[in-house]
């Protein structure tokens, strides 16, 4: 629907201003008398019925394609309906895509938390692995140990029963 009030304005205004020059030429003229109506007064009269007559058709046409209260509520409801829809609409696809994000945040959490568990897993595992290995070569290392001092006393005893020998056969002899 649209409103051209500039168009409607104009012809309007040039209405006015024909009929007004017309009536001040009527009201100059001699007052009203029982006699006969001059030509020149005659042609002003018909002139501005002429006027009237013309732009008759054409102020109904301008009245009509305007709106009237009852146009414009209509039309303020529609688009208030079609607003609240839209509104309705924005706000349930705002929601499920808030939703859609919490319950994607809610999953990368859990996921999170499951590598985490899953990494500390892995590292007790290892350690624990790394703690056995490393017990299993310091028992081979104690054992080592204990040959070797075994082994060195031994030594150190034959040595001692040698040299304690030999210092017999040196002395006896």
Do not use: W
Request: glycine content about 2%; proline content about 2%.
């Amino acid at each position: 629907m649209s409103f051209d009030t500039g168009q409607t304005n104009r012809a309007l205004d040039r209405l006015k201003a024909a009929n007004a020059e017309h009536m001040e030429k009527i009201e100059k003229a001699q007052a009203p008398t029982a006699v006969a109506i001059p030509y020149e007064r005659r042609q002003e009269e018909i002139e501005l019925l002429r006027t009237a007559s013309q732009f008759q058709p054409e102020l109904y046409r301008m009245i009509s394609r305007l709106a009237t209260m009852e146009n414009l509520e209509d039309q303020i409801a529609r688009i208030m309906q079609s607003e609240d829809a839209y509104l309705e609409k924005m706000t349930a696809n705002f929601s499920k895509e808030c939703q859609q994000k919490i319950d994607q945040m809610k999953a990368i959490s859990e996921q999170d938390g499951k590598n985490r568990e899953r990494f500390i897993s892995d590292c007790s595992s290892a350690l624990k692995a790394e703690r056995d290995k490393l017990s299993e070569e310091m028992e081979i290392l104690r054992r080592r140990v204990r040959r070797i001092l075994i082994a060195t006393s031994i030594m150190a005893i034959s040595l001692s029963a040698l040299v304690s020998y030999l210092l017999c056969c040196v002395l006896v002899s």
